[in-house]
């Protein structure tokens, strides 16, 4: 069964504090992922697509990777505004398929 | 941002009524999505459209019916609503592919008593 997991599901980290959000899958045939950010009351917003392993994606403080089995999302010197759930989702033939998320916490 | 808008923003309503869910883009968009968001869920797939009057079905799509008569307006209906339709429902546009995405608009809350 295609499926997304993401981890952890919640992160506080101090500002300035870097860290890594993990989102690794299981798919029969990945043709791309995606991660979004959403902040609380919003739609999610598109952030990165990557496309195959090896591939390395950045904006500002955030970096994406991607492995075969899983993807990071790299954020160096966080800031408050940071602070959202950032959702992976994976492209697998004709459908997107979501993590749950991970809700980051960065407090000044 | 992508110019999408839903209507309403919140509702709640009662158990057995009927309840219509309006997306609208002024991107000319084919490719129109409703997804549905829960707690301890990803985001769901309820149906989708590629063209006016050409609709299919997600991996969440009992309960609910589409509809498309123009390329900007995307409704969706809950013909008798019910307490687990509580959610917050999402409209999208673009292709899936991996050279595109789905862009999504703000949300409307929905409760169901």
């Known amino acids: 069964e295609d499926q997304v997991t993401q981890s952890p599901e919640a992160l506080r980290l101090q500002e300035g504090e870097s860290s890594s959000l993990n989102c690794s899958y299981t798919?029969?045939?990945?043709?791309?992922l995606f991660w979004y950010r959403q902040d609380p009351g919003k739609g999610p917003e598109f952030l990165f697509t990557?496309?195959?392993a090896g591939e390395e994606k950045e904006k500002e403080r955030l970096k994406a990777t991607l492995t075969k089995k899983e993807s990071f999302l790299h954020i160096t010197a966080p800031k408050p505004e940071d602070s959202a759930t950032y959702l992976c989702?994976?492209?697998?033939?004709?459908?997107?398929?979501f993590g749950t998320g991970t809700r980051l916490q960065v407090f000044p | 941002d992508a110019g999408i808008t839903q209507s309403p923003r919140h509702k709640v309503t009662e158990t057995g009524t009927p309840v219509t869910l309006r997306c609208h883009q002024t991107?000319?968009?084919?490719?129109m999505y409703w997804y549905r968001q829960d707690p301890g869920h990803g985001l769901r797939l309820i149906h989708y459209?590629?063209?006016?009057?050409?609709?299919d079905k997600g991996e969440v799509s009992d309960g609910y019916s589409v509809s498309r008569s123009k390329t900007e307006d995307f409704l969706l209906t809950l013909e008798s609503a019910t307490s687990s339709q509580t959610s917050v429902y999402f409209c999208a546009i673009g292709a899936i592919s991996s050279t595109d995405t789905q862009y999504f608009g703000p949300g409307t809350r929905l409760t169901v008593l």
């Open positions: 989702a994976v492209l697998n033939t004709d459908k997107l398929i």
């Open positions: 798919v029969s045939g990945l043709r791309g």
């Open positions: 990557l496309y195959s």
């Open positions: 991107e000319n968009h084919r490719y």
């Open positions: 459209s590629y063209g006016v009057k050409d609709t």
